[in-house]
Every structure is written in C-alpha cells, then in structure tokens.
C-alpha cells in the first residue's frame, strides 16, 4: 500500500518532465519559383510558335544541309536572316575550314545464292569502289568483338558484314555500344585486308531507310567502301548466310574527298544587364545528313533554344548574356563545337545547354553545377516540374558541341529528352519535318524557357566547375 502510494504521487512529476508532443509543422515548401520563369513557361505550353516556324523554314527553304556544302552555305546565310529577323543581337558566323567529304552513287545487290538487290547507304569518309563497282564474297560476323578477333585470312578480300540488334533505350545509352560497328568497324576490316564492308544500320527501326553516320579511319588504315544495311536488308542477310552456302555481293559506292571547304558557327545574343555574370550559352547544330531534311537532326534543336532565347529577350531579356550558338559541321566530326571551344574557351559561361536530340517530350533534368548555385538547381527543379520533368542524379555531361567546354569546367544544365524513338529516324531519308509533334516540340520550348529565365536571371554568382579528368 505504501508502494502504491508512493508510486501515485510521483506520476505528476514524472509526466511534467516529459515534454509535450507537439503537432506536425507544414511540409518543407519548394523553393519559390520566380513569376517571370513561371508565365513565359506556360505561355510557352500554350502558345509557341516560333520553334515550329524556324524548323519549317528550315527544313522547307533550306533543306539537307551537308556540312562544309553550297547547302551548309545557304543555311548559315538563311540563319542569319532567320535570328535578325527575330530580333536578336551580335549575329553573326564565325567559319572555319574543314575537309569535305561528299556522298555519289550507291547501290548494292546480292548475286548469289538467291539474287536480289538491297538498300545500302556509305557511311562518312568511306573509300570508293572502282566505277564499275566491286564483287565479291560475303563473311559475316555477329559483333564487332567478333570481327576484332577474326584471323585476317578469313577477311582479306571479301565483303565483311558486321550486324548486331541496337536496342531501344530512354536515354539513347545503347547507341555508344552499337555505334562502334559504324565507328571503329571500317578501320578494322580494312586493317584485316577486306574488299568492302557492310554494316547493321545504327538504328532501332522496322524500315527499309539505311542510316548513315560518320566515321574516321584509323591512322595507317586503307579507306575501303564502307556501307550501312537497311535493318530489314540486314535481317535477310543473316538469314542467307545462316543456310551455309557461299554468299557474294556486287557494290557501288562512288563518294569523293572534294577538298577544304568553308563551315561556320551562327552566333546571336540577348544581351544581359550585368556584363559581368556570364554567358548562358544554348544551341544546337545547323548542318545535317544529306538524306532526310535535317528535321528531328538537328533543325528541332535550333528552333527550340532559338524560340526558348526569344522569349526571354521578348520579356525584357535576364540579367546574364543568353547566346545562341547553331553549331557546323557537328555531324561529320564535332568540327563547330571545337571551333567554338577554340575561339571562347577563357570566356566566363555561367552554363551551357544543347538540344540535339531531336523533339519528343523532356523527361528528365540533369545538373553539373557548382555548390555555389545549388538554389539555382532547386528552382530550377520546380519550375519544370509542372512541364513533366523529374530532377535525376546524373551528372550533366553537356551536348555534343559543347561536351569540351563541360569537360574543361563549365556548368552544365540538361534537359533529356525521350529518346525511344529517336533512332527509328536518326541519320535516315526519314528524317523529315512530318516526324515532329506540335505539342511535344512546346513543351520543349517550355522547358527550354524555364531554365533560361531561371539561371540567366539567377542573382547568385558562381565560377567554373573543376576540369573534368
């Protein structure tokens, strides 16, 4: 009793020390994003149109656009036109000279065991067969690891056919693995004493558009006609092969090296308030294969950061220099991008964003930007968010004309579009201005808008990135 007793009168203290439970507080807010940023967005969703009006005329008025051509020419000219008519300031080009690789005629057919012809494109910088084409047999190897560890006897004087399936990725992450038969696999079959050779078209169609691409033969290496199969040519020639009986092929492919030419870079600013803050640096590149018309490759990537830099300068323009850069010849080398890096290298970039990925809907954000503009990143975050897009924790690693300029330190915003698509089309005849979505292509533009007006408009100061080793 007295233990009970005891036990009673110490309870109130005891439940005066513990402290009350207090009820949940409001959830942590996102940081506020600014009205300006916010309305040119959703206008921007609405109601663009001058993205659409820029790859219209493009691709209408110009066309494919080989780099270092009379074509390239005419778009540069046209550009300049395009972005003064626009309004912007310091237009301009900045050329260099370039060799110029130029594409003839080119046919293929097999002669035997079941004659029959077949869709074929040369690749960039290939070699040419004599004027009367070449014939000869076919070995075909399943993968470019494959073809490494061939004997050379088992290649020299035949038509080497690598093939592969490059599968269909968000991000496009698959086109670097499969994209080393179109890359390293002429070098490698010349080296081996190969006639020719053909490869799977780089690409995830059904259809019967062989797709190009560039390649650069390794030091010491022979140039060889060297062409890419329409993926459903490739399908039929694995099947051939696969029944066991000898497989020949005739090919003709004339293409020629024509010399130094003229490329350039077409250049145009919103000027900013605050010389000192920066350049925001955006863009993408005006040349294109000369099959389809440049569309989705990379005309949608000029137009949305182009309209996206419009409508900034529109409103009143951002405290940072906002600069337009429709690179040359990136799809023959990076040649514009590594122009552009010779020519601006020591200047300030507070960041740097291309769009060559063609005009499907962003998806994803990816951030390589200093601790100093870490609120930055999370306005940023916020204002697309309503547009669909989800910050990722990927480090940006920057377009392919401005992948050296990240590299050597300079911030990076990307804004990753979905790629599942993209190379159904890429480097094709179907690469054309009908494959482009109305509605996707704003909301690019949207987007495109939003991180301009937030981090050229930011007040916080940060310098470079370290160089990346």
Do not use: C
Request: glycine fraction near 10%; proline fraction near 7%.
């Amino acid at each position: 009793m007295k233990k009970l007793l005891l036990l009673s009168l110490a309870l109130p203290s005891l439940a005066l020390a513990t402290p009350p439970i207090m009820p949940p507080g409001p959830p942590p807010q996102p940081p506020t994003v600014g009205h300006l940023a916010a309305s040119l967005r959703d206008e921007a969703l609405a109601r663009d149109t001058y993205a659409w009006d820029i790859v219209e005329g493009l691709t209408t008025e110009v066309g494919p656009r080989l780099a270092g051509t009379e074509a390239e020419a005419r778009a540069r000219a046209w550009a300049v036109r395009k972005l003064t008519d626009l309004g912007f300031s310091n237009v301009r080009v900045e050329e260099f000279d370039m060799p110029v690789w130029v594409r003839g005629e080119e046919r293929g057919e097999l002669l035997a065991p079941f004659p029959q012809p077949v869709q074929l494109t040369a690749l960039g910088n290939s070699g040419a067969t004599p004027a009367r084409g070449i014939e000869a047999e076919v070995v075909g190897f399943p993968s470019m690891a494959a073809l490494t560890a061939a004997p050379a006897q088992a290649v020299r004087g035949k038509i080497v056919f690598v093939t592969h399936r490059m599968t269909k990725t968000q991000d496009g992450s698959s086109y670097g693995y499969f994209g080393a038969a179109r890359r390293q696999g002429p070098s490698v079959a010349s080296s081996k004493g190969a006639a020719a050779i053909v490869i799977r078209s780089i690409g995830t169609d059904s259809h019967r558009f062989p797709h190009t691409g560039v390649q650069a033969w390794a030091e010491g290496a022979k140039p060889i006609p060297a062409a890419a199969l329409s993926n459903p040519d490739a399908d039929n020639l694995e099947r051939i092969l696969a029944r066991g009986r000898p497989v020949r092929m005739r090919l003709l492919l004339t293409p020629r090296q024509i010399g130094t030419r003229k490329s350039g870079n077409v250049i145009a600013e919103v000027p900013g308030r605050d010389p000192n803050a920066g350049v925001v640096l955006v863009g993408g590149h005006l040349d294109s294969w000369d099959l389809g018309t440049g569309a989705v490759d990379d005309g949608a990537g000029v137009a949305i950061t182009a309209a996206a830099a419009k409508r900034i300068m529109d409103a009143g323009g951002a405290r940072r220099t906002i600069r337009v850069v429709w690179f040359g010849a990136e799809e023959v080398g990076l040649l514009g991008g590594n122009e552009y890096l010779r020519r601006h290298a020591n200047e300030l970039h507070a960041s740097a964003t291309e769009s060559d990925f063609g005009a499907d809907r962003i998806w994803r954000v990816d951030f390589s930007l200093p601790a100093s503009a870490a609120s930055v990143a999370d306005r940023l975050e916020t204002a697309l968010a309503p547009l669909g897009i989800a910050r990722s924790t990927n480090v940006a690693r920057g377009g392919p004309d401005i992948g050296a300029l990240v590299t050597g330190g300079v911030p990076a915003v990307t804004l990753q579009q979905d790629g599942t698509d993209y190379f159904d089309l890429h480097h094709t005849h179907d690469d054309t201005l009908d494959k482009i979505d109305p509605a996707k292509l704003r909301q690019n533009v949207a987007a495109y808008t939003a991180m301009i007006a937030t981090v050229a408009d930011a007040p916080e100061n940060w310098t470079h990135n370290p160089p990346r080793q």
